[in-house]
C-alpha cells in the first residue's frame, strides 16, 4: 500500500517503496494438489470492438464473460478523483498526462446532477486508497475509452 495520486500522511509515497520480483509458485497452496500446468488456462483469441456497436457489444461481453480491458487518455484532475463520475472538462482536466490502461467491470447512467451521465464502472491499478476504494466511474466516450477496450476469451478444460 502507498500513497498513489493521493495525500495520507499513514501511506508511504508511492515513489519510495522497493521494486521486489515476485516469486512465481508451479504448484497451488490448497489441500488438492493441482498441477500448474494443469491449473493453467490460455486465451483462444482477443479482440477490439467495432465503432457502429461499440457500446453494445462492450456490455454484452461484460455480461457473458466478465470484465474486458480498457485504456483511456488520463488528465491532471483525474488524479484526484474519489466518487462520482469523472467527465472530461477542457477548462477544468489539466494537462494531458498519458494513456492508463485499466479494467472495465460494468456501466451505469448517473442521474444525481439532474442531468443523466452513462459511465463505464473500472477498476483502477493504483491501489484502494484512490478513488472510489480503487473503483472510478468514467462517462462513456471521454478519453477515448470507448475505442480503446478488447477482450478475449478463454479456454476451459
Known sequence: MCAHHIVDPTLTDCGNIPTVQPTCNTTCATNKLIRYNDDKHLAFDSYGYSSSNTVQAIQEDIMQYGPVTGAFTVYESFESYTSGV???????????????????????????????????LCNNSWNQTWGDLGTFKIQRGDCGIDNQMHAGRVVWN
Open 86 to 120: 469523472w467527465v472530461y472538462d477542457p477548462a477544468t482536466a489539466g494537462a494531458e498526462l498519458g494513456g492508463h490502461a485499466i479494467k472495465v467491470i460494468g456501466w451505469g447512467t448517473d442521474t444525481s446532477t439532474g442531468t443523466p451521465i452513462d459511465y463505464w
